[in-house]
Nanobody, 122 residues
């Protein structure tokens, strides 16, 4: 069965950095696009970043461009989200997502992890 497990969340101060990891199992990892969504308190889930299955195409939400970096290591079946210059508005539960393409990922019907909490204090 497909399983995605996020880790690396925590509580930090504004301006700090965190790196989230997502370990995938139960799927042919290299054939899936992998991405990240987040759910801020009291808001709907929103797109953060994604990598195509080859890793050659990377997409970022405008709110995180220049601060976050998404990457993947197909040999380790793991994707990462490096988050720098964190802001209080980045506070959210962050979810790892797998789908057949980045475009399909936006319908929210792909495979999802359980999420990891990121809290940024001002």
């Amino acid at each position: 069965q497909v399983q995605l497990v996020e880790s690396g969340g925590g509580s930090v101060q504004a301006g700090d950095s965190l790196r989230l990891s997502c370990a995938a199992s139960g799927l042919t990892f290299s054939s899936y696009a992998m991405g990240w969504f987040r759910r801020p308190p009291g808001k709907e889930r929103e797109f953060v970043a994604a990598n195509s299955y080859e890793g050659g195409e990377i997409y970022y939400a405008d709110s995180v461009k220049g601060r976050f970096t998404a990457s993947r290591d197909n040999a380790k079946n793991t994707v990462y989200l490096q988050m720098n210059s964190l802001k209080p508005e980045d506070t959210a539960v962050y979810y790892c997502v797998a789908d057949v393409s980045v475009a399909n990922m936006l319908d929210l019907r792909g495979y999802w992890g359980q999420g990891t909490q990121v809290t940024v204090s001002s």
